[in-house]
C-alpha cells in the first residue's frame, strides 16, 4: 500500500514527522511526503496559479514545496510520484479542525485535493495545540489506517475523512464516534494595529466559540475524550432548496429583462 502524507503546518512540523514514522512502520506500506515549505494554515483548497512553485527534498527524504497544501497534493498526483497512491493522509494538525474550521483547514484542504483525484482521504488533527499526546495521536492514526485497510476499504472507491482526536494518552481515548460538524459563533473582530510606518494593520480574529456543541457533533465527542470522525463531501449544493429556487429561477426568467438593462 502506498501512502501519500501532506499537511499545513510545513514539512518540519512535528505532527508530520511522528505520523509519517507511524505510517512507515507497518508492514508493507511505503510512505512519500510532499508537504508544505513553511505554515499554511486556513489556506483551504488554494491552488498557485500566478506564479511557479519548487519541490526540494529535506535531508529526511521529505519533499517540500513553496506552496500551499493543495498544491503539494496536486503536483504530487499529477506527475511528482509517477503513480496513484491508494490513501492521502493530512496532518496532524496542532489544533482542531472541527465544525466550521473545515471550510478553512488547510489539512482538510490537502485531504479534499486527494479525494478530488479519486483517492482515499484522512485529515488528522490534535484538538488542543502544542503537540500534547502527539505520539499517542500518531499511534492512533495508525491504528484506524491499518483497521481501515483490514476491511478492505483502501483502494476502492475513495472517501474523504475528517478526524478530531484529543491531547490524551493512548489508553485514554475513547472510541471512535461518527459525528457530523458542529457549528461556531462568527470569528472574534479583527485586530487592528499601527505599523512603525504609520499603516494600519488588520489581523484576523480568533475563531468563534463553539455555537452548536450538542450530541451528536464533534466538539460533543472530543469534549468527552472521543476521537470524532465525520465523512465529508465536495458537492456545495444545497439540495433542500432546489424546489424554492426553481421556483424562483422561473419566475426570474419569466420577467425577462428590465427596461434599464435594455
Known sequence: MKILISNDDGYQAPGIIALHDALASIDGVAVEVVAPEHNNSAKSNALTLHSPLYVHRAANGFRYVNGTPADCVHIAMTGLLGYKPDLVVSGINNGANMGDDTIYSGTVGAA????????PAIAFSQVERDWVELASAAQKAKQMVQQMRQQHLIGNAPWLLNVNIPNLPLEQLGAVKLCRLGRRHSAEP???QISPRGETMYWIGSAGAAKDESEGTDFYATARGHVAMTPL??????????VYWAQTASRLDVAGPSKEAV
Open 112 to 119: 479534499m485535493e486527494g479525494f478530488l483525484f479519486g483517492v
Open 233 to 242: 463531501k465536495v458537492d456545495l449544493t444545497d439540495h433542500d432548496h432546489l
Open 190 to 192: 479583527v485586530i487592528t
